[in-house]
């Protein structure tokens, strides 16, 4: 039994592929720093105690 041929893309088609991928993670990276500094803008930090108990996840002596 012959093993069936596997399709192969030309490199413009990887190259585009590629182009494609990188806009969109661009995007979304672009729509979270919007969003974040919206929050910002609005006042929405988080408090000493939020960041010590995420912080003490990672990190260890957090005082």
């Known amino acids: 039994m012959e093993k069936p041929k596997t399709k192969r893309h030309s ?8 182009s494609h991928r990188h806009s969109a ?4 990276m672009f729509d979270e720093i919007q969003q974040a500094l919206s929050e910002a803008d609005s ?3 988080a ?6 108990a995420v912080l ?8």
């Not at 993670?25 to 979304?28: D, I, K, T, V």
């Not at 003490?56 to 005082?63: F, H, Y």
């Open 56 to 63: 003490s996840k990672w990190v260890t002596n957090i005082s």
């Open 25 to 28: 993670r661009q995007a979304l």
């Open 43 to 45: 006042g929405d930090f």
């Open 47 to 52: 408090s000493p105690k939020e960041m010590k």
């Open 11 to 18: 490199d413009a088609f990887h190259t585009t592929d590629i």
